[in-house]
């Protein structure tokens, strides 16, 4: 089955990078064939999910065999285009900016942010994490030039949507959205709103009402 026709889930989609993850340790490490139950059990996710997830791409593994690390290692990055260089733009470089950049996706050989834009005249002009920050009236023409599709956002809440709407002027397809703002774009832009706060009650609601570590079953 090619991969380029597979139409999956968004729930499974999200998480095959932690699937990728784990089969590269067990790449590095030397293991050759790896259980659905050992899945399971490093990545939290159960088996009758992970034989799910998989059977969308096919006979990725043989009963009572398991998954071949190395076919399995090699399909999912081309799956997720691992050999593919995607350059990522930072907008707002506060703590939280601040430290993306000092990381900068150091662990991710397809993932790198490439340029940073903030107001602040004493960032611009530095760099953090070997990444130079530019001034934010810059950021359209540079985008657009550069041909970055994706971008972070860190800045203030209130100034979330102007800097979006700049943003869909400059081309960009993506947004990995850190503010509490739900943002208005286009259909054909994908955002990913990630709220800290958000994921820090949630996580306490949880403690509290379902206080065992279970494997979740629709994570």
Known sequence: MSNETVK?????????????????????????????????EAVKVDSATIRRDFSYFGALGKKGYGYNVNYLLTFFRKTLDQDELTKVALIGVG???????????????????????????????????????????DFEDYLSKNEISVAILTVPAPFAQMITDRLVKSNIKAILNFTPARLNVPASIRVHHIDLAVELQSLVYFLKHYPTNDIEKNM
């Open 8 to 40: 999956i889930p968004q729930a499974t989609a999200k998480r095959l990078p932690l699937y990728y993850r784990f089969l590269n340790n067990l790449y590095s490490s030397g293991k050759q064939r790896v259980s659905s139950a050992e899945l399971s």
């Open 95 to 137: 703590n939280l900016g601040t430290a993306f950049l000092n990381y900068n996706f150091s662990k991710n050989n397809n993932t790198k942010i490439e340029c940073a834009f903030d107001v602040d005249p004493e960032k611009i002009g530095t760099s953090i994490g070997d990444v130079h920050v530019k001034p934010m009236d």
